[in-house]
């Protein structure tokens, strides 16, 4: 069967354009390290590929939700234990209160440094995050949780106007873990305190058992305080410590899906290497054949 010549030409530069792009490939999975190039090189491995990648980039995720609730769960325990230390300044000083040889002015005198505490206590339980979030009172962030009313009397000048309710966090698929704790107690114990400053402040205070009964009902108002305050601290250090599991969890999958990605997508070197060098000489072959064939010409049977 007669070949006509331009029906060869076609057909061996087509032939030339496959085995080069073919090399092309080659070249790029050896340069890029990566094995598919393209969906159509293995469909089933760029599928299961994919996955991993979906499944790396959740992971990656839940990673950063859980450092970034580790830091604001430590920030929140700081801010407890502050509030306790405060907590037990004030009972301290109002023990020393309680004492039947204070005069008048010494009630007066301890009346000043439980002010201080109070605005303290009020200031820590009113604190903010570096955003401008309000941290102690649940999901209402936009809001102080304790709001202050100076026109009202003396123990009702505090209110709690957040809410309880937890600021999830999602640690992983279909897990999650709060990442806040409330100060609805505090707005009693201010009232309360803010009270037995008023009475202890009064220039005509008198050291008696109505005295006595006021100042006792403080020191009892701060240690239901201090009980709810210190098991708060319990409960962010305990989910601070569960925090581990799944961190440590997510990283083994993760390391797990970077090894299958390995043995599915990465180039294969020692055979790109073979297959490199078998397509350079192949390519370089047919063009030298076609060169030859198409120097050819019936004059060169003559």
Known sequence: MRIASTQYSATMNDALQQASGKLEDIMQQISSGKRILRPSDDPIASVRLTRLDQE??????????????RSRLQDNETAMSSLNKDLLQVRDTLVSASDGTNTPA?????????AALRDSLLATANRQDSEGRYQFGGTATSQAPIAFNPAAPAGSRYTF???????????GNGVTQPGN?????????????????????????????????????????????????????????????SLSTPDDN?????????????????????KAAVELNGYTTAVQAAQ?????????????AL
């Open 106 to 114: 010494d009630l007066n005198a301890m009346a000043t440094p439980l």
């Open 56 to 69: 790396d980039n959740a992971i990656t995720q839940y990673r950063s939700n859980i450092a970034a609730l």
């Open 181 to 241: 704790v409330s100060v609805e107690e505090m707005a009693a114990l201010l009232n309360t305190l803010d009270s037995t400053i008023a009475t202890m402040a009064s220039p005509t205070v008198v050291n008696d058992a109505t005295t006595h009964a006021v100042v006792a009902a403080s020191v009892t108002a701060v240690d239901t305080a201090m009980t709810s305050i210190e098991g708060k601290i319990t409960v962010l250090g305990g989910i601070q410590n």
């Open 161 to 171: 106007q957040g809410n309880t309710d937890k600021q999830l966090v999602v640690v």
């Open 250 to 270: 997510h990283a083994s999958v993760a390391l797990s899906n970077q090894q299958a990605a390995i043995t599915l997508g990465q180039t294969d070197y020692n």
């Open 288 to 300: 030298k054949a076609y060169g030859r064939v198409s120097q050819l010409s019936l004059f060169s």
